[in-house]
């Protein structure tokens, strides 16, 4: 007998609605579901996979507790007591700063990430945040605070609508898309090219993305924020900017043409290792196009402008007049997000509000840059780190130097992991707390829906029962923070929901603009449905949301939609909530109030950028690559999602290889700031000269884990050849990508 449940795909970003076939409490099988509002049926390989990654036997089924320097199993309450007599001993004698926190990537893919997250750091009071962000899209953040005072005003491209596309380092055909979330990126790559629009890609590797382009452009790594600066300048110094209506909105048009005198393309094209006449050519085809959008991703991201081209981006889309426009780039509007309020002065953003204690860098929406974490746990004096939460997350090997990170974690005085599984990081955490496997918990795409090209909402339950001795990871999370906060055992984990909704009740409540000003909270609290805090939580969200209910009270919003908890299920494929609108002025947020093109952080930035058109380019250097069955560093165990095309090879060119004396399927040492690693050579031209490639979240090859099918085809870590000293100064994002290495070739 089996039955079928639907579960938001937590694999990507790309947020697809699954049906999985169920036996008994095992997922047996998984499509797309036809009927998701969004996905439309789309499923790619990983989410066809999601009874094996769910039902992966290393996944941990109880807690874990170090006693006698060994990580044995023990009961929850066993786990919390331990984190309870630890942390808050800690915090009062050495201080709130000597317990440092460390958010990985799956918390955006959980409900219970977006929940508590900041309720632990409340109630810790530590500034020692490091997240996955400043290994990936923290660039971003900054240029969008920058621009429009909001770190999350990240606008999308308009995929389904647009004329041209500018993809710029990303492969949304094997990453399935990011900060961009469209189920079935590649179906809508295909469509744009079949309606007769444009795709260029710019990207020094030949992907499976540049395979589907009109035009591939392969520059030099590291020097988009070149490109894409000459991009703009020509299309000034070519009267070809065309703002429109985003003038209005716009502070600094009259300033950027003498910020960005010098990057002409003839300048630029040495460093970018592309012809002057290719560059202006397009900039004249993206001006000429009636609609169009610029997006940029990791390859723009991790590199070291990549504020500078982050920024770029968006220069390029206003300048075009295709900020906010159908068809360019447009601001999603989330169901569980802010409702818009009137355009006007927000508070600005700001940046280096402290700084970290050893380097001192600056904080970045109050955040320190993960690279520096090993050394603010090793150095000894007042601040430091002696106790670390990790959250889904894997630094040993996301982060630069994981040979030092993995040594200095070993010597923590107290290490918590929230993970499922026993791996390269947690196997150092002194309690592992694993949450279910995803089947057993409910989804609600907080973070994805924010950067959606349609707005729409979704919410799964679970799709299995919670087995007996587990706990959901909202649960998890919650008792975590009663942990830290020395009320394990005298307060319920729902008591942790419940503050949180008290205090969204009296904001929204005092706020005088809100239709809700004076009402009073019990009475809301009261109407809120849902089946436990999360669900209370989540209706909260959604019915002051943008399209909420609000409570009944009049108001604009409540008139759009009616939103609440009760409403979505009984919608369980989701609720269309239309295409993407424009959204400005009143989305910004800046002091002005207005769009400040050139902020005083990027303008002191542009010198550097100067400078790099006179530095000599380094002759090898190194980028990642991503594999469509691939997600980092966690699904490795996974049989299915591993072997065949998805290994860890390094990637030379055929004219590289032979300069270097390599041959294909044989061995090369690359070395780098941060040392050597030995890897089998795949000999393609799919990597441009003068660059090589090797994915990341590889090296299983440490004692101590529970990673059966990882462990026998390891890998190597690439990030073992970064020290971690290389960074994008404005953002404190390490650089993955476009680092100089050397190659000498191994019998
Ligand atoms: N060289 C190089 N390095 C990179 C990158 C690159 O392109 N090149 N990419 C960077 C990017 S973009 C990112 S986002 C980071 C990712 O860096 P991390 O977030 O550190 O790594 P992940 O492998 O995504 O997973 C983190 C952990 O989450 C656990 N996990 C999985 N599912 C769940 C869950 O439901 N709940 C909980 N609590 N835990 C779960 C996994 O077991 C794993 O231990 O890596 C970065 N590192
Ligand atoms: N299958 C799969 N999907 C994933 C993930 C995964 O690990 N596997 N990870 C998820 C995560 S955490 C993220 S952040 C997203 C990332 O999503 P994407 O950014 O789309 O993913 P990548 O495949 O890393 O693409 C980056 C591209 O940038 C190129 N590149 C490198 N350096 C440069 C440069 O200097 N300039 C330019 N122009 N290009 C450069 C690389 O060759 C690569 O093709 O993917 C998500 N989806
Ligand atoms: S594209 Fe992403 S969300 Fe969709 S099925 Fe694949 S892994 Fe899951
Ligand atoms: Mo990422």
Same mark, same amino acid.
């Given at each position: 007998?089996?039955?079928?449940?639907?579960?938001?795909? #937590?694999?990507?970003?790309?947020?697809?609605?699954?049906?999985?076939?169920?036996?008994?409490?095992?997922?047996?099988?998984?499509?797309?579901?036809?009927?998701?509002?969004?996905?439309?049926?789309?499923?790619?390989?990983?989410?066809?996979?999601?009874?094996?990654?769910?039902?992966?036997?290393?996944?941990?089924?109880?807690?874990?507790?170090?006693?006698?320097?060994?990580?044995?199993?023990?009961?929850?309450?066993?786990?919390?007591?331990?984190?309870?007599?630890?942390?808050?001993?800690?915090?009062?004698?050495?201080?709130?700063?000597?317990?440092?926190?460390?958010?990985?990537?799956?918390?955006?893919?959980?409900?219970?990430?977006?929940?508590?997250?900041?309720?632990?750091?409340?109630?810790?009071?530590?500034?020692?945040?490091?997240?996955?962000?400043?290994?990936?899209?923290?660039?971003?953040?900054?240029?969008?605070?920058?621009?429009?005072?909001?770190?999350?005003?990240?606008?999308?491209?308009?995929?389904?609508?647009?004329?041209?596309?500018?993809?710029?380092?990303?492969?949304?055909?094997?990453?399935?898309?990011?900060?961009?979330?469209?189920?079935?990126?590649?179906?809508?790559?295909?469509?744009?090219?079949?309606?007769?629009?444009?795709?260029?890609?710019?990207?020094?590797?030949?992907?499976?993305?540049?395979?589907?382009?009109?035009?591939?452009?392969?520059?030099?790594?590291?020097?988009?924020?070149?490109?894409?600066?000459?991009?703009?300048?020509?299309?000034?110094?070519?009267?070809?900017?065309?703002?429109?209506?985003?003038?209005?909105?716009?502070?600094?048009?009259?300033?950027?043409?003498?910020?960005?005198?010098?990057?002409?393309?003839?300048?630029?094209?040495?460093?970018?290792?592309?012809?002057?006449?290719?560059?202006?050519?397009?900039?004249?085809?993206?001006?000429?196009?009636?609609?169009?959008?610029?997006?940029?991703?990791?390859?723009?991201?991790?590199?070291?402008?990549?504020?500078?081209?982050?920024?770029?981006?968006?220069?390029?889309?206003?300048?075009?007049?295709?900020?906010?426009?159908?068809?360019?780039?447009?601001?999603?509007?989330?169901?569980?997000?802010?409702?818009?309020?009137?355009?006007?002065?927000?508070?600005?953003?700001?940046?280096?509000?402290?700084?970290?204690?050893?380097?001192?860098?600056?904080?970045?929406?109050?955040?320190?840059?993960?690279?520096?974490?090993?050394?603010?746990?090793?150095?000894?004096?007042?601040?430091?780190?002696?106790?670390?939460?990790?959250?889904?997350?894997?630094?040993?090997?996301?982060?630069?130097?994981?040979?030092?990170?993995?040594?200095?974690?070993?010597?923590?005085?107290?290490?918590?992991?929230?993970?499922?599984?026993?791996?390269?990081?947690?196997?150092?955490?002194?309690?592992?707390?694993?949450?279910?496997?995803?089947?057993?918990?409910?989804?609600?795409?907080?973070?994805?829906?924010?950067?959606?090209?349609?707005?729409?909402?979704?919410?799964?339950?679970?799709?299995? #029962?919670?087995?007996?001795?587990?706990?959901?990871?909202?649960?998890?999370?919650?008792?975590?923070?009663?942990?830290?906060?020395?009320?394990?055992?005298?307060?319920?984990?729902?008591?942790?929901?419940?503050?949180?909704?008290?205090?969204?009740?009296?904001?929204?409540?005092?706020?005088?603009?809100?239709?809700?000003?004076?009402?009073?909270?019990?009475?809301?609290?009261?109407?809120?449905?849902?089946?436990?805090?999360?669900?209370?939580?989540?209706?909260?969200?959604?019915?002051?949301?943008?399209?909420?209910?609000?409570?009944?009270?009049?108001?604009?919003?409540?008139?759009?939609?009616?939103?609440?908890?009760?409403?979505?299920?009984?919608?369980?494929?989701?609720?269309?909530?239309?295409?993407?609108?424009?959204?400005?002025?009143?989305?910004?947020?800046?002091?002005?109030?207005?769009?400040?093109?050139?902020?005083?952080?990027?303008?002191?930035?542009?010198?550097?950028?100067?400078?790099?058109?006179?530095?000599?380019?380094?002759?090898?250097?190194?980028?990642?690559?991503?594999?469509?069955?691939?997600?980092?560093?966690?699904?490795?165990?996974?049989?299915?999602?591993?072997?065949?095309?998805?290994?860890?090879?390094?990637?030379?060119?055929?004219?590289?290889?032979?300069?270097?004396?390599?041959?294909?399927?044989?061995?090369?040492?690359?070395?780098?700031?941060?040392?050597?690693?030995?890897? #089998?050579?795949?000999?393609?031209?799919?990597?441009?000269?003068?660059?090589?490639?090797?994915?990341?979240?590889?090296?299983?090859?440490?004692?101590?884990?529970?990673?059966?099918?990882?462990?026998?085809?390891?890998?190597?870590?690439?990030?073992?050849?970064?020290?971690?000293?290389?960074?994008?100064?404005?953002?404190?994002?390490?650089?993955?990508?476009?680092?100089?290495?050397?190659?000498?070739?191994?019998?």
């Amino acid at each position: 007998m089996h039955r079928t449940a639907l579960r938001i795909c #937590p694999l990507c970003e790309a947020t697809c609605g699954l049906t999985l076939t169920i036996e008994g409490t095992t997922v047996t099988g998984a499509r797309g579901d036809r009927d998701d509002v969004f996905s439309r049926g789309f499923v790619c390989p990983k989410g066809a996979a999601f009874g094996a990654v769910d039902g992966d036997p290393d996944r941990l089924r109880t807690p874990l507790v170090r006693r006698d320097g060994r990580l044995r199993e023990a009961t929850w309450d066993e786990a919390y007591e331990a984190i309870a007599a630890a942390v808050p001993a800690l915090v009062r004698e050495h201080g709130a700063q000597s317990v440092g926190v460390v958010l990985g990537n799956p918390n955006v893919h959980t409900m219970a990430g977006a929940l508590y997250p900041s309720l632990l750091l409340g109630a810790l009071g530590t500034r020692n945040l490091f997240t996955a962000s400043t290994l990936d899209q923290m660039p971003k953040h900054v240029s969008s605070g920058l621009l429009f005072g909001d770190p999350f005003a990240i606008p999308v491209p308009d995929l389904d609508r647009t004329d041209f596309l500018l993809l710029i380092g990303a492969n949304p055909v094997e990453s399935n898309g990011s900060l961009c979330t469209a189920p079935d990126f590649p179906g809508r790559l295909k469509a744009l090219r079949a309606r007769g629009g444009t795709l260029v890609v710019v990207d020094p590797r030949r992907t499976r993305t540049a395979r589907l382009a009109d035009r591939h452009l392969a520059p030099r790594p590291g020097s988009d924020a070149l490109l894409l600066a000459a991009l703009a300048h020509t299309l000034l110094e070519e009267k070809l900017a065309a703002p429109g209506a985003l003038a209005q909105h716009t502070e600094g048009l009259g300033e950027l043409a003498d910020a960005l005198g010098s990057f002409t393309p003839e300048a630029v094209a040495p460093a970018c290792d592309l012809p002057a006449e290719e560059i202006r050519a397009l900039a004249r085809e993206l001006a000429a196009s009636p609609t169009a959008a610029v997006y940029g991703r990791i390859g723009s991201c991790t590199v070291e402008y990549g504020t500078l081209a982050s920024w770029l981006v968006d220069v390029l889309n206003i300048l075009t007049g295709n900020l906010d426009r159908p068809g360019g780039a447009l601001f999603p509007l989330p169901a569980a997000g802010a409702r818009p309020r009137p355009a006007g002065p927000g508070r600005g953003f700001a940046l280096g509000r402290w700084r970290s204690r050893v380097s001192g860098h600056p904080e970045v929406k109050s955040e320190l840059p993960t690279a520096a974490l090993a050394e603010e746990i090793e150095t000894p004096g007042e601040g430091r780190i002696r106790a670390l939460i990790a959250i889904a997350a894997n630094p040993v090997l996301s982060a630069p130097d994981g040979r030092r990170l993995d040594a200095a974690l070993a010597g923590l005085d107290f290490m918590v992991s929230v993970d499922p599984y026993l791996n390269e990081t947690s196997r150092h955490a002194h309690v592992v707390l694993p949450p279910p496997p995803p089947s057993q918990s409910a989804h609600h795409d907080f973070a994805f829906n924010g950067f959606a090209i349609r707005n729409q909402v979704r919410y799964t339950r679970p799709a299995i #029962p919670l087995e007996a001795d587990r706990l959901d990871e909202c649960e998890i999370h919650a008792r975590l923070v009663l942990a830290v906060s020395g009320m394990h055992g005298s307060a319920e984990p729902s008591a942790v929901d419940e503050t949180a909704i008290r205090a969204a009740l009296a904001k929204e409540t005092a706020d005088r603009h809100s239709p809700l000003h004076g009402a009073d909270p019990d009475r809301l609290a009261g109407l809120l449905t849902g089946e436990n805090g999360p669900e209370r939580r989540l209706d909260l969200m959604l019915r002051l949301g943008p399209y909420g209910d609000l409570f009944g009270a009049a108001g604009p919003g409540a008139a759009q939609g009616g939103l609440s908890l009760e409403r979505l299920l009984a919608h369980p494929h989701g609720i269309d909530l239309g295409p993407l609108e424009p959204r400005l002025p009143g989305l910004l947020k800046t002091l002005s109030g207005r769009i400040e093109l050139l902020p005083d952080p990027i303008a002191a930035e542009l010198p550097r950028l100067r400078g790099a058109l006179a530095e000599r380019p380094a002759a090898l250097v190194l980028v990642g690559r991503r594999h469509l069955r691939s997600n980092n560093s966690w699904l490795h165990n996974v049989p299915a999602l591993v072997g065949g095309s998805n290994r860890c090879t390094l990637h030379v060119h055929p004219r590289d290889a032979d300069r270097l004396g390599l041959a294909d399927g044989g061995r090369a040492r690359v070395t780098a700031d941060g040392g050597s690693l030995d890897v #089998p050579v795949e000999v393609t031209d799919s990597v441009r000269t003068g660059v090589v490639s090797l994915p990341h979240g590889w090296g299983h090859d440490r004692g101590g884990t529970r990673l059966t099918v990882a462990g026998a085809a390891p890998g190597v870590n690439v990030n073992q050849l970064l020290d971690g000293s290389r960074l994008d100064p404005l953002s404190g994002t390490a650089v993955l990508n476009g680092f100089p290495v050397t190659l000498t070739p191994l019998p």
